[in-house]
Nanobody, 115 residues
């Protein structure tokens, strides 16, 4: 059974930092591309960043240079380091994997950036 559990969200002032974690189980983590999405109130869920099995990364333009996605295959965990946070980064952040053609999501963790 695939499980994705996000943590690390919270309230932070603009300009601050947070690190999100997504602990996974139920699939071979090391061979799968992992991704972080976010959904702001009233908006669609958008891809923030992804990391492939070989460590290759991809970022949404709005977070390039501020966010870093990484993975620890020994811990079956993917991270999202978020620096220089802006008000518009406020959203629920979700961990995502597509495993044998089925898309799985965590329950999300809320990030609130205040002025």
């Amino acid at each position: 059974q695939v499980q994705l559990v996000e943590s690390g969200g919270g309230l932070v002032q603009a300009g601050g930092s947070l690190r999100l974690s997504c602990a996974t189980s139920g699939f071979i983590f090391s061979i799968n591309t992992m991704a972080w999405y976010r959904q702001a109130p009233g908006k669609q869920r958008d891809l923030v960043a992804s990391i492939a099995r070989d460590g290759g990364t991809n970022y949404q333009d709005s977070v390039k240079g501020r966010f870093t996605i990484s993975r620890d295959n020994a811990k079956n965990t993917v991270y999202l380091q978020m620096n220089s946070l802006k008000l518009e980064d406020t959203a629920v952040y979700y961990c995502n994997v597509i495993h044998y053609g089925v898309e799985y999501w965590g329950k999300g963790t809320l990030v609130t950036v205040s002025s």
